[in-house]
T-cell receptor, first 114, second 117 residues
């Protein structure tokens, strides 16, 4: 069974641009969450989706947005990029919303903003 | 306030020895889950082990075991018989409100483990 797939693996953008990251969950998984990892702030929760609905959102500015499609694939978008958005963006999928769900992570997209 | 605290920035162990990575947590929610993940230099977070707040026994998964002390709010990871491939960052994480369906994980700052031959 294929794991969580994130594309692209690496991105270089300049300030002010926007970027879209993609996440394909494990087959059959319906919940997708996104996290940002930086050396300074560590791992921080961005948002989570289930059945195309955003169920929870972390403390990030409105420049960060996401969506989930009917096939459970998810995208996140960052508009008007800032230098501080340089990070590893990790996507995780889980089967459903049951209590003992395990989140499985992808390899991440490493975004560099110049 | 920090919800997950990992006080060991780095740990050093020799191959085949056991090592304990510390994790303490803070929550007032009676229903929570505790997770350990391994992150090699490649970046992918690999799930290792899970412990629910209502689980009576400590979780074990192969060479990994979780020393869960609820009253002390600690959930230490024990790796037995360390291997060179265990060298990585290790993160402790917590999910509160396990019955709400929310998936949000709160992570600690991590412990870098180095296994030497």
């Amino acid at each position: 069974k294929a794991g969580v797939t994130q594309t692209p693996r690496y991105l270089i953008k300049t300030r002010g641009q926007q970027v879209t990251l993609s996440c394909s969950p494990i087959s059959g998984h319906r919940s997708v969450s996104w996290y940002q990892q930086t050396p300074g702030q560590g791992l921080q929760f961005l948002f989570e989706y289930f059945s195309e609905t955003q169920r929870n959102k972390g403390n990030f500015p409105g420049r960060f947005s996401g969506r989930q499609f009917s096939n459970s694939r998810s995208e996140m978008n960052v508009s008007t990029l800032e230098l501080g958005d340089s990070a590893l963006y990790l996507c995780a999928s889980s089967l459903d919303l049951l209590a003992k769900n395990i989140q499985y992570f992808g390899a991440g997209t490493r975004l560099s903003v110049l | 306030a920090q919800k997950i605290t990992q006080t060991q920035p780095g740990m050093f162990v020799q191959e085949k020895e056991a090592v304990t990575l510390d994790c303490t947590y803070d929550t007032s929610d009676p229903s929570y889950g505790l997770f350990w993940y391994k992150q090699p230099s490649s970046g992918e977070m690999i799930f290792l082990i899970y412990q629910g707040s209502y689980d009576q026994q400590n979780a074990t998964e192969g060479r990994y075991s979780l020393n869960f002390q609820k009253a002390r709010k600690s959930a230490n990871l024990v790796i037995s018989a360390s291997q060179l491939g265990d060298s990585a960052m290790y993160f402790c994480a917590m999910r509160e409100g396990m019955n709400t369906g929310f998936q949000k994980l709160v992570f600690g700052t991590g412990t870098r483990l180095l296994v030497s031959p």
